[in-house]
């Protein structure tokens, strides 16, 4: 049951909060499964940190994502005029659109994202990981994260979608603009004009020339004869981009960070590889890349875990501290790739479980195989004492990973 007490104090969201989140969640549970907190935009929303709880509310009805309504409800909250729909065309994607939009439009990607299509993506995975360590030959120390854990899921789904790799540098700017939860209105804007410029320019270029690619594929009705309009097809390349290179990043580099912090489940996996895809489980549990789901709001009052809710709030599912609950997973903040994972939320729950889970984790162990084969002595550097986290709320990322190669 929650402390009434506890749910009147609202907590806030510092600079100190990003180091550890881990700690502040631990702590905000130990007082109750549901908390209101101050993001660094200065709005407050209601956070689930409990197991039981965030994985309901993922999947309850009641907390709903419809983008209109989301970005109405944000701007009032703000004190900002009401956004043009006619700005809001990348957001208009599944992940951000409630039954039956989401239904029709998962339908259709999933007819081209098939596990097919996935599994036979592995062989090229390997090589691109093969490449970028082989960039590396002779070195001592390297960055994990910008010389291997970025390039790799960047190159996959660049080449999966159809994208020119040659234009990541301009969608990663657009895209951080994006997402920043404390952004900049402008530079929001702005972004999202270009973004919605060049990706439409692309979708239009294969519609009149398709190749073998994602993107290509979308523009060609379904058997049904459904079809995503022009528009829809940029919301979902949208999605698909910035879902689909980020998370699995921040999965490699987080992951990577917790084996070599614990010296003995490094050992462990070395001797037995075929315990991989058991510890990329393991990683997705102790520090998975989302940090909350994505944004939710309350269309009718809703009680969770005994906490009754307005309507017209904003709800986050706090799935890293889920994950870390001790009624689900005993010893929660103990790295262990031979534990029982089955159930973390890390991929989210219900209908908007992630659609490119079996990517990540097709891309995640060959990662981590490429890793532990190549360098025996594989070790964090003693710079390691420094890292520092990026001040996101959605994205758990390091600003670097410095390791020892040899
Ligand atoms: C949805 C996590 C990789 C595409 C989600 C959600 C989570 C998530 C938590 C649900 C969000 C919510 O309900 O609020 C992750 C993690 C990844 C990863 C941890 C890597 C380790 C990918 C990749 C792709 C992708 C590689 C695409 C290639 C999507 C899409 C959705 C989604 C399209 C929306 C599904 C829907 O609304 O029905 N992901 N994701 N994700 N993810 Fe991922």
Request: aromatic share 6%; with cysteine.
């Amino acid at each position: 049951m929650a402390d009434i007490e506890a749910l009147d104090r609202i907590e806030s969201i510092g600079p100190e909060f990003f180091a550890d989140p881990h700690s502040h969640y631990r702590r905000w549970r130990a007082e109750g499964p549901v908390r209101r907190v101050r993001y660094p935009d200065g709005i407050v929303r209601w956070v689930i940190l409990d197991y039981a709880a965030g994985r309901a509310a993922l999947n309850d009805p009641r907390l709903a994502k419809n983008y209109l309504a989301t970005n109405g409800l944000l701007a009032t909250k703000r004190g900002l005029p009401q956004p043009d729909p006619r700005d809001l065309v990348l957001f208009n994607n599944m992940l951000n659109l409630d039954q039956p939009d989401h239904t029709r439009l998962r339908k259709l990607i999933m007819r081209a994202f098939t596990p097919r299509r996935v599994a036979e993506l592995t062989p090229r995975i390997e090589e691109i990981a093969a490449d970028l360590l082989d960039a590396l030959d002779g070195r001592h120390e390297a960055d994990l994260l910008h010389d291997f854990a970025e390039p790799l899921p960047i190159t996959v789904i660049c080449e999966l979608l159809g994208v020119p790799l040659a234009d990541r540098a301009n969608f990663q700017t657009w895209t951080k603009a994006l997402v920043a939860v404390a952004g900049v209105e402008e530079d929001r804007e702005s972004a999202a004009r270009d973004m919605g410029a060049y990706l439409t320019g692309l979708v239009r270029e294969k519609a009149a020339h398709p190749t073998a690619d994602l993107l290509s594929a979308l523009a060609v009705p379904a058997d049904d004869g459904d079809t995503l309009t022009e528009t829809e097809q940029v919301g979902m390349a949208f999605l698909l981009l910035v879902a689909g290179h980020d998370t699995t990043v921040n999965l490699i580099a987080n992951g990577t960070l917790a084996l070599l912090r614990n010296p003995e489940q490094a050992r462990a996996l070395r001797a037995e590889p075929e315990l991989i895809p058991d510890a990329v489980e393991e990683f997705l549990r102790f520090d998975g890349p989302v940090n909350i789901s994505t944004i939710r709001y309350t269309s009718e009052p809703v009680t969770i875990a005994g906490v009754d809710i307005p309507a017209d709030e904003f709800v986050f599912i706090a799935l890293i501290a889920a994950n870390r609950d001790e009624d689900r997973y005993p010893n929660p903040d103990t790295l262990d790739i031979g534990r029982d994972t089955s159930g973390h939320i890390a991929f989210g729950h219900g209908i908007h479980f992630c659609v490119g889970a079996p990517l990540a984790r097709i891309e995640a162990r060959v990662a981590f195989s490429a890793l532990l084969s190549r360098y025996p002595n594989l070790r964090l550097s003693p710079r390691d004492a420094a890292l520092t986290w990026h001040p996101s709320t959605l994205i758990h990322s390091l600003q670097e990973l410095p390791v020892l190669l040899d």
